[in-house]
């Protein structure tokens, strides 16, 4: 009898669900089958590597992905424990033809999942259902792979340094505070503040699959509270924080502000712009407007596009960007890296870009002009479906002759501001976004917003994300 995959597990930009009730062992072999033999489909000898996150499950996880790839016949490369980042740059520079990573990125402790890439791309949307499909259909190839270990974490880490010390070697040092968030970056955290000036602060180094420090999400403002109150404490002129395999980046500014992933992307957009006048720079659906106004005054080219970073990346490749983020914290460079998500990277760059200016964090972010607006609102969609209701209210819109950009769920401009809604596609939710030149505007803007949800009897609160 076939073996199949919950269709659960299958999600837009990887696979990832609860362990031992959506996602079991054996799921994980023939996910190692289905995935070796796509891979084999191109390649005669591919080599593919695996990491894994510090999840309680990962370990397990990892060894039974890995004796499914060996049964097609590949050649196998485990780069050990760390952040998923690590494991794309052992895709890069080992030249592998693919790669997995065993994680459940920023989700509960009780999740996990895998991350794909292949050919130095990402693995998504229809080519993770296609997986499912080959494993229902039993369809793999046969043959006896090979298996090395090796720990690049050394690799890595010199790989982050020598981009640090050769750009920003003159720059003040800082003092920073630092959560790793009990995630997979702690161990390589560690080695990394060693070898770069200033006062380091480390918060929840050790690696543990329990996160009982707080949730693995830094776009959860209750996550960031430990990190916030050691900035502000310890008088640090910044603090960083990571999800749980490191390819998320949350950053608070001195006077203990959260700085969200789109307002860092203006920072980091303004020294890519000055090296690369007129570049690219794509952000997500749920971005500020500001951000893609301030782009095109710095006389680069914003574009919105669908949130998801297998969605970026791709739209990255495509339109050379050079410099791509998300709301979550995801930022991708292509100036000066291979276009991968990579926290620590986005970490060290902020760094330096600090270092080489007078001002503090705050004082430039306060120059912008004054905006409200709220983080990611997630609005529980169990009962019903998330996409159904996305569609309903757009064929509201469409009755009333409303225009609106429509790439990833609706977002829609108003007089003084804009709103957002759209389906996730990592959890049973709705996500919700709103921007205003007043408060007395963004609560009109939010009234309007949930009287379209109560026709579905769901609730905008502010359980943020």
Not at 200 to 205: G, P, R
């Given at each position: ?340 998500d990579d926290a620590l990277y986005a970490a060290l760059r902020l760094i330096g870009i600090l270092g080489k200016r007078s001002h503090k964090l705050s004082a430039w972010h306060k120059n912008f002009p004054q905006v409200f607006n709220t983080p990611e609102i997630r609005i529980d969609c169990f009962q019903q479906d998330k996409f159904d209701v996305i569609d309903s209210i757009k064929a509201m819109l469409d009755h009333q002759q409303q225009i609106y950009f429509d790439l990833d769920g609706i977002r829609m401009a108003e007089k003084h501001g804009w709103w957002l809604l759209r389906a996730s596609h990592t959890q049973e939710a709705i996500v919700a976004r709103f921007e205003a030149n007043s408060l007395e505007y963004l609560d009109k803007m939010k009234e309007k917003v949930g009287s379209y ?13």
């Amino acid at each position: 009898m076939c073996a199949l995959l919950s269709s659960k597990i299958l999600k837009a930009y990887d696979i990832r669900g609860i362990v031992n009730e959506e996602l079991s062992e054996t799921d994980a072999w023939n996910i190692g089958k289905s995935f070796g033999s796509t891979v084999k489909d191109h390649c005669e000898k591919p080599k593919i590597a695996v990491g894994y996150d510090g999840r309680l499950s990962s370990p397990t996880l990892k060894k039974r992905l890995i004796e499914g790839l060996l049964t097609t016949g590949v050649h196998v490369i485990e780069t050990g424990l760390g952040p998923s980042p690590m494991l794309y740059y052992a895709s890069h520079f080992l030249k592998c033809h693919a790669a997995i990573m065993v994680t459940g990125s920023h989700n509960p402790f009780n999740y996990n999942g895998f991350k794909l890439v292949f050919e130095n791309k990402p693995f998504f949307g229809s080519q993770i259902q296609s997986l499912g499909h080959r494993i229902a259909k039993n369809d793999f190839h046969q043959g006896i792979g090979t298996l090395d270990v090796y720990d690049i974490k050394d690799d890595y880490l010199s790989y982050l340094l020598s981009d640090f010390l050769n750009y920003y070697s003159k720059g003040k040092p800082l003092k920073i505070a630092w959560d790793a968030g009990n995630g997979a970056t702690g161990e390589i955290l560690k080695l990394l503040i060693q070898q770069i000036p200033g006062e380091h602060i480390l918060l929840n180094e050790v690696i543990d699959g329990h996160f009982p420090a707080h949730g693995p999400d830094p776009t959860d403002k209750k996550n960031l509270i430990q990190l916030q109150e050691a900035v502000l404490r310890e008088e640090c002129d910044l603090g960083i924080a990571f999800d749980g395999d490191g390819d998320r980046i949350g950053a608070i500014d001195d006077q203990g502000e959260i700085i969200w992933g789109d307002q860092l992307l203006k920072l980091y957009a303004e020294e890519v712009l000055a090296a690369h006048p007129g570049a690219t720079i794509i952000a997500d659906v749920k971005a500020s407007q500001t951000l893609f106004d301030y782009v095109n005054t710095l006389g680069g080219k914003g574009l919105m596009w669908a949130t998801g970073h297998s969605l970026i990346k791709a739209k990255m490749a495509e339109t050379k960007s050079l410099l791509a983020g998300e709301m979550s914290g995801h930022i991708f460079f292509a100036d000066r890296h291979p276009g991968y998500d990579d926290a620590l990277y986005a970490a060290l760059r902020l760094i330096g870009i600090l270092g080489k200016r007078s001002h503090k964090l705050s004082a430039w972010h306060k120059n912008f002009p004054q905006v409200f607006n709220t983080p990611e609102i997630r609005i529980d969609c169990f009962q019903q479906d998330k996409f159904d209701v996305i569609d309903s209210i757009k064929a509201m819109l469409d009755h009333q002759q409303q225009i609106y950009f429509d790439l990833d769920g609706i977002r829609m401009a108003e007089k003084h501001g804009w709103w957002l809604l759209r389906a996730s596609h990592t959890q049973e939710a709705i996500v919700a976004r709103f921007e205003a030149n007043s408060l007395e505007y963004l609560d009109k803007m939010k009234e309007k917003v949930g009287s379209y949800l109560q026709q579905f009897n769901l609730t905008l609160n502010e359980h943020l994300t």
